[in-house]
């Protein structure tokens, strides 16, 4: 969990000068004046495993574009802000699956994310066997958390080093068989 920090109105008011767009954070904006301070040029901010934020904006609709290309029966609604997740609706308003890409894990993942719905998760817990067998994944991850649980599918992914494709299949694939199994037609609560 990210620390709370307070500021007051006039320093907000100070700070929103320098937002960029729609999709920008507070985050973002701070993080850009320290860089500025601290004399951080841009080039020498992209390290391994540190894209930068303009490219998971590009990695998104990069992988909406396969998508089309290749005729999946997932629809992608890439972000439209600089964001680690790319949300997929799938009918259902009590869940939807959720693509992530984390860089600096070299792990890309696939997870059936429900918010504030703990006994739907149980409901799910109580046939995991089933679950599992009709998803056929390996290692599946199952969290409860404070204010949402996930069921999560994780693959370890080189961003520097392998072809984004690779990626793009395992999100379509996987995404798919979370589709499939948590469908209106497979009701487990």
Do not use: H
Not at 3 to 25: H, M, N, Q
Not at 115 to 123: R, V
């Amino acid at each position: 969990m990210c620390p709370v920090i307070r500021v007051s109105d006039k320093l907000f008011k100070r700070l929103e000068k320098y937002v960029i767009g729609f999709g920008d954070t507070p985050s973002a904006v701070i993080e850009r004046i320290l860089d500025k301070y601290e004399n951080i040029e841009e080039e020498n901010k992209t390290k391994i495993n540190d894209e930068p934020e303009s490219t998971k904006l590009a990695f998104w609709q990069q992988l909406s574009k396969f998508a089309v290309t290749n005729d999946t029966p997932i629809q992608l609604n890439p972000p439209t802000r600089e964001q680690y997740y790319c949300d997929i609706r799938i009918g259902r308003s009590e869940y939807y699956i959720s693509l992530t890409a984390w860089n600096r894990r070299n792990e890309i993942g696939c997870q059936l994310y429900i918010p504030n719905k703990k006994t739907l998760y149980k409901d799910f817990l109580s046939n995991k066997e089933i679950i599992e067998e009709k998803l056929a994944i390996d290692g599946l991850l199952w969290e409860e958390k404070t204010n949402a649980c996930r069921i999560l599918a994780i693959l370890p992914f080189n961003f520097e080093n392998q072809n984004r494709e690779d990626a793009f299949r395992w999100y379509l694939e996987t995404a798919y068989k979370f589709q499939t199994v948590f469908s209106k037609e497979n009701d487990f609560a």
